[in-house]
């Protein structure tokens, strides 16, 4: 083969790659506006059915199977490849959406969001072991900044879009809006399939008590959820029972060291936990502090998060055209624009705080966002084989949703003990400056240490 066949083939939009790569494209993007466009309709939708005082449940319901889904799709995904998870789970995840759109009570609204949970755990996780499968590592930079890329229409248009389906039609179309779509794209992807490489099967190690610890984690993610949306009372107690169950549960779903920052694939792991948690405890504040301290509407306060998703992707698409940075460099890059963006701020917390420096400052945080997350990615499934890439893959996704939930709760808690939601600043100055910290940690345990020991 010439240089130049060779270079052809590596292209993502080649005829031997623009299958899989279309195919993993549209399941990220229906499964981003499902997301996006579910928290807008979900105050109609519940009231609806009646269920007000169950209101933070369909996110937790979906949370908790999604982290289980997660967890059995890696091992599935090592044992018998990703063909059979792909096939099973957008039309579980179409279930789910045919449930809840139809829902007459809050019982199947719930059973139809553990259906999309589960669904889409699946479908994450084979995703990332597809393009370990198909793409050479040279090219995974590129393909992961076009994930990226997915979320930003579902990001500008889900949410307005689910507003007009909930205000002027009915939000069972938040659902069923998306049935016919998902059913297209499986029928598309059912023949992207077969063409994949044939999984070979090789020596899997052996993973006692997995399925007690997904089921510990999806339990222990969601107490703290729970506890992250009501921060009081025995709310918090339940989130303290939650992290009991979840630790013993870690040291099965995660690589050994992950907790203690061991080099390579631990920290890599753990970085991309750091991560999430940090930037997103704090942007789940950034409204708050915008309409309570300096009288934003909530579509003002909107707008540095949607700036924030455009640097994201962006920053994600730069570091997919340099695939010759090394990886960790930019994972440490990364961490230092994330903190950044949360010590700027900082500074918007108090009523003097120069409030329309959070959209650009926000940006400079999704950037660093952008940078980091694409290459975690591509540093995990660097490090895996064909007997441990579905592990690894399902460990990141663990660490990701396990950092957000964890940290929005102890924001929660902070607020609701040193502070009020009238009155925020007190809570939102430490708690910034604490996550700041975390970003500033998680630049010096990355760089050179995400290459394993030689």
Same mark, same amino acid.
């Given at each position: ?69 997660? /967890?059995? %799709?890696?091992?599935?995904?090592? #044992?018998? *490849?990703?063909?059979?998870?792909? =096939? +099973?789970?957008? &039309? $579980? !995840? @179409? ?57 930003? /229409?579902? %990001?500008?248009?889900?949410?307005? #879009?689910? *507003?007009?389906?909930?205000?002027? =039609? +009915?939000?069972? &179309? $938040? !659902? @069923? ?65 939650? #992290? ?211």
């Amino acid at each position: 083969m010439t240089t130049t066949e060779s270079a052809e083939k590596s292209r993502l939009w080649s005829p031997d790659r623009r299958g899989p790569t279309a195919g993993i494209i549209l399941l990220v993007t229906l499964l981003a506006f499902e997301a996006m466009g579910v928290s807008t309709a979900m105050p109609r939708m519940v009231s609806e059915l009646r269920g007000d005082e169950l209101y933070a449940w369909p996110f937790v319901a979906f949370l908790a199977s999604s982290v289980v889904a997660t /967890v059995l %799709s890696g091992r599935f995904c090592d #044992l018998r *490849g990703p063909k059979p998870v792909l =096939l +099973t789970g957008p &039309l $579980v !995840f @179409l279930a789910g959406l045919l449930v809840a759109g139809f829902a007459q009570e809050m019982g199947l609204l719930l059973a139809g969001r553990v259906l999309q949970g589960f669904g889409a755990g699946m479908q994450i996780v084979a995703i990332y072991v597809v393009i370990g499968l198909v793409y050479p590592e040279r090219d995974r930079p590129a393909v992961f900044g076009a994930l990226a890329a997915a979320w930003v /229409v579902p %990001s500008l248009v889900g949410p307005a #879009l689910a *507003g007009f389906f909930t205000e002027h =039609l +009915t939000w069972r &179309l $938040v !659902f @069923l809006a998306l049935a016919p779509l998902v059913l297209i794209g499986f029928l598309l992807l059912v023949p992207v399939l077969r063409t994949l490489p044939k999984h070979v099967d090789g020596v899997v190690p052996a993973r006692r008590g997995l399925l007690l610890a997904a089921v510990g984690g999806g339990v222990g993610v969601s107490a703290l959820s729970w506890a992250a949306q009501h921060p009081r009372g025995l709310n918090l107690l339940l989130g303290l029972v939650g #992290l009991v169950v979840l630790v013993p549960s870690l040291r099965i779903l995660l690589p050994r060291g992950t907790l203690t920052a061991r080099r390579g694939l631990p920290v890599v792991v753990l970085a991309r936990g750091m991560l999430a948690g940090s930037f997103f405890a704090t942007e789940a504040f950034i409204p708050l502090t915008l309409t309570s301290v300096h009288g934003y509407s909530p579509l003002e306060s909107g707008i540095p998060l949607t700036l924030s998703a455009l640097g994201w992707s962006a920053a994600s698409m730069w570091q997919s055209r340099r695939p010759d940075i090394p990886r960790g460099t930019l994972v440490r890059w990364g961490f230092v624009l994330n903190a950044t963006g949360i010590l700027g701020v900082t500074l918007i917390a108090p009523e003097w705080g120069p409030a329309w420096a959070t959209a650009p400052l926000w940006a400079i945080a999704g950037s660093g966002m952008g940078l980091a997350m694409s290459s975690v990615s591509v540093l995990v499934l660097a490090a895996s084989t064909d007997a441990d890439r579905g592990f690894n893959s399902s460990s990141v996704q663990i660490s990701d949703m396990l950092g957000s939930a964890f940290l929005v709760g102890l924001g929660g808690v902070v607020v609701a003990t040193f502070a009020s939601t009238a009155a925020p600043t007190a809570a939102i100055i430490p708690f910034d400056l604490a996550m700041a910290a975390l970003a500033v940690l998680g630049a010096f345990l990355t760089g050179p240490r995400t290459k394993p020991a030689a």
